[in-house]
Structures are given as structure tokens and as C-alpha cells.
């Protein structure tokens, strides 16, 4: 590069400078202002616990079969931020809005190495977050029990199916349907 041409850029720069610094403070006004307007922000946070004892394996006094944690850490917030999830709560609490508006209003969050589950809601009121926080959290049990339970009525209806098609051993098979139910 030759020195005029080094001198003309160094030239531009110069004259870009306050430009720059300009848009920069701009900026920052007009993100304060934003903050401002929007006014005060409350959050309240609810912890759901997750456990990790098979139901199945508790009912039939056998040894549950190894579950992997951070699989099921990670199963446990894919439920979370399910949409079926919001669109239950918001059926269920029609005052807190659409399914759309709490999905966007909380956030889930949970660490791998443990069993907690964690739901911020953010709103501008703050009894509506802590509604909304708990809402989501309690809806959040309530789904996650009822998924599970149609597998338990599932084992249900098969050992029903057992005891109608076969004689064998149908003490033990009606022993166990009587735990399950």
C-alpha cells in the first residue's frame, strides 16, 4: 500500500470516529429509554423435584432397569418446554394467558447432576409471575403424571388381557394386577 493511499484511509477513519461514537451513545439512550417505558419487571421462580424411583419396579418388588441420569435430566426439561405442557396450563388457567404468552414468559432451566427442575416466569405484575410460576410447575407434575400413568394403564390392560387369554399362572398375574390398580 502506498502513503497516499495509507493517508486516505487513515483520513476516512478519522471522519468516522464521531459517527461511531454517536451510534454508540444513541444506542445506549435509546435501550435505557426502552427499559424505562417498559417498566419494573418481576420474576418468580418454583422448583419441582423429579424422582427418579420406577414405579413399576416398586410394585412388583423387582430391580428397575439401569436409567442413565443426564438422559433422564434431559428427558425431564424436554417435558418442560413442551408446548403441550403450556397449552395444558393455559386451558387449566385461562387467566395467564395463551399457551403462547406463558411459554414466553418462563424460562426452565435445570442442571444434569441433579433432580430439580427450575421455572422463572417474567412479568410486569408481580402476582402474575408467581401465578404464572406456579402454574407452570404444578401443571408441569400433573403432565409429567399423566404421561407416565398411561404406561401404568397400559401394563394394566395387558395383564387383563393375560388373565382373559391364559389360566397359567393366574394367581400371580391377578396378584399383580391388584398392585398396579
Request: hydrophobic share 45%; with cysteine.
Amino acid at each position: 500500500m502506498n502513503h497516499d493511499a495509507a493517508e486516505n484511509l487513515f483520513g476516512v477513519f478519522r471522519r468516522a470516529v464521531p459517527l461511531i461514537v454517536v451510534c454508540a451513545i444513541a444506542a445506549a439512550v435509546v435501550v435505557n429509554l426502552q427499559r424505562q417505558l417498559s417498566g419494573p419487571t418481576y420474576e418468580a421462580s418454583a422448583r419441582v423435584f423429579l424422582a427418579s424411583r420406577d414405579l413399576g419396579a416398586i410394585l412388583t418388588d423387582t430391580q428397575a432397569a439401569y436409567v442413565d441420569p443426564q438422559r433422564a435430566s434431559e428427558n425431564a426439561l424436554a417435558l418442560a418446554r413442551s408446548s403441550a405442557l403450556y397449552e395444558s396450563v393455559a386451558t387449566a388457567k385461562p387467566t395467564l394467558g395463551t399457551a403462547d404468552e406463558i411459554e414466553s414468559a418462563v424460562t426452565v432451566s435445570g442442571d444434569p447432576g441433579s433432580d430439580v427442575i427450575h421455572f422463572v416466569a417474567s412479568t410486569s405484575r408481580a402476582p402474575r409471575a408467581v401465578a404464572t410460576a406456579n402454574a407452570v410447575a404444578s401443571g408441569y407434575v400433573a403432565f409429567r403424571s399423566k404421561i407416565y400413568a398411561s404406561a401404568t394403564d397400559q401394563a394394566i390392560a395387558r395383564l387383563r388381557q393375560r388373565l382373559a387369554e391364559s389360566s397359567e399362572n393366574r394367581a400371580e398375574v391377578q396378584a399383580l394386577l391388584d398392585r398396579l390398580e
